[in-house]
């Protein structure tokens, strides 16, 4: 149902006073599903994930682990840059599919079935081919990356118009307390009119009725005559 003038300043103006939460949600989901990445892999033994390799990773996933943590924060408080950053954020993850999870899957398509395969691994109790181990990795990024989008789009759209409305109370464009009159005003006179409507149908209902008592009367007289 669309809201009337009216009733969206006072949704705006109870912004101000509540946080930017579905978009910091958003972040810290996204937060969620790069916590699977990680957790899948580096359960990975095989020698192709070096020493070096997975330091690096590590280091790479724990700061965007706390800049996502961090934006989701800003976002809350209708920061808008902080939108910036998660996008930034949701880009680096796509371009982590192509990154150690994608070498690993081309080094495993050159291998003979027998041999030892980099991303072959046994998940919740499910063995693993490196294409579906490949696949998981890269929907638990895209997941991601979708939230931290999200988070930044929702997130920015709400700090402007937050920003907007704030610009018109401080330049005087707009009294939220007289909205807020006009609006039990219109509410009396709704209430006033559909009283009177019911009034009016009941005085209906009544005339209809005597109408009916009266005619059943008369038929009876009829009838004794």
Known sequence: MKKTPNQEILSLDIMRYKTNKLPASLALLGIVF????????????????????????????????????????????????????LLVLAVMQIIRMFGLPFEALKHDSGLAASDVHALEIRYFGVDLSSGASYAILVIWLAASAACLIAAAVIGYINCIRLEKFRKKIDNGEMVVEDVMMQMDADDKAVAAVNSNIQVQSQNIDDAETVAQITDDGSASEEEEK
């Open 34 to 85: 790069s916590c699977l990445y990680f957790c899948l892999l580096y359960g990975y033994k095989t020698p192709f994930f070096s020493m070096w390799k997975i330091g690096i990773s590590v280091m790479l996933t724990l700061l965007l682990l706390l800049v996502t943590f961090l934006s989701s924060e800003g976002i809350k408080a209708y920061k808008k840059n902080y939108a910036i950053v």
